[in-house]
Antibody, heavy 116, light 108 residues
Framework: EVQLVESGGGLLQPGGSLRLSCAAS????????MNWVRQAPGKGLEWVSY????????YYADSVKGRFTSSRDNAKNSLYLQMNSLRAEDTAVYYC?????????WGQGTLVTVSS | EIVMTQSPATLSVSPGERATLSCRAS??????LAWYQQKPGQAPRLLIY???TRATGIPARFSGSGSGTEFTLTISSLQSEDFAVYYC??????????FGGGTKVEIK
C-alpha cells in the first residue's frame, strides 16, 4: 500500500524557517516524481513544487520561488521542503503528492501556520 | 499561466440525481485535464485524468468529458459518499500546474 506521511509543520512567526518532510513507503520511491501542494484554510489547492525522480529537476510556483527549496533523499525514501522567509500567506496544509503532473497518491498533510 | 475556472461554486443535488460540474481553461489544454475529489479533513483523491480516464478504483458513475478549454465531470447518480469538493487541474502547459477554485457538491 502506498503511504505518504508528512511531518514538520507548526506555528512560527513571519520571517521564520521550517523544514517539512514526506516519508514514502509501499512503492519504489526513486522511480517517481514528487510534488508539494498546499491548501490555505478554507481555500483551494495550490501547486508549490515539483521534483523529478532523481532530484535533478525542480520547479517552483512563483509565489515560493527563491524562498522554498525542495529536495529528496532516495536512499531514505523521503522528500523535503525547506521553507525560508515565511509569510502569513504561506499558512496552509502542505501535502506531498506522487506523480509527474497528476497526483495519484497524497499524504494526509501537515499544517504550517505563520502568525505573529 | 493557465487559469482554470470552475462552475458553479456550489451545486445542491439530491441523492440519486445527476450532478454536472464544469471547468474552463483560459487557453487550450488539449485533454491534459484531471479531476480530484476532496472530503472534509481529507487529502484530495484523483478521480479522472486525460479528461476522461477514470483512475484506479474510481466507480463508473464518475465520468469526464471535454477537450480544449471546456470540460465536464458528471456523477450519474449521487451517493452519500460523493458529497464533497471537486477540483479540476490542468497539466498541459507547466510549470505551473494549476487548479480550479473548486465546486462544492452539497445535499439538497
Amino acid at each position: 500500500e502506498v503511504q505518504l506521511v508528512e511531518s514538520g509543520g507548526g506555528l512560527l512567526q513571519p520571517g521564520g524557517s521550517l523544514r517539512l518532510s514526506c516519508a514514502a513507503s509501499g512503492f519504489t520511491f526513486s522511480s517517481y516524481e514528487m510534488n508539494w501542494v498546499r491548501q490555505a484554510p478554507g481555500k483551494g489547492l495550490e501547486w508549490v513544487s515539483y521534483t523529478s525522480s532523481s532530484g535533478n529537476t525542480i520547479y517552483y510556483a512563483d509565489s515560493v520561488k527563491g524562498r522554498f527549496t525542495s529536495s529528496r533523499d532516495n536512499a531514505k525514501n523521503s522528500l523535503y521542503l525547506q521553507m525560508n522567509s515565511l509569510r502569513a500567506e504561506d499558512t496552509a496544509v502542505y501535502y506531498c503528492a506522487r506523480g509527474l503532473d497528476t497526483f495519484d497518491s497524497w499524504g494526509q498533510g501537515t499544517l504550517v501556520t505563520v502568525s505573529s | 499561466e493557465i487559469v482554470m475556472t470552475q462552475s458553479p461554486a456550489t451545486l445542491s443535488v439530491s441523492p440519486g440525481e445527476r450532478a454536472t460540474l464544469s471547468c474552463r481553461a483560459s487557453q487550450s489544454v488539449s485533454s491534459n485535464l484531471a479531476w480530484y475529489q476532496q472530503k472534509p479533513g481529507q487529502a484530495p483523491r484523483l478521480l479522472i485524468y486525460g479528461a476522461s480516464t477514470r483512475a484506479t478504483g474510481i466507480p463508473a458513475r464518475f465520468s469526464g468529458s471535454g477537450s480544449g478549454t471546456e470540460f465536464t465531470l458528471t456523477i450519474s447518480s449521487l451517493q452519500s459518499e460523493d458529497f464533497a469538493v471537486y477540483y479540476c487541474q490542468q497539466y498541459s502547459n507547466w510549470p505551473p500546474l494549476t487548479f480550479g477554485g473548486g465546486t462544492k457538491v452539497e445535499i439538497k
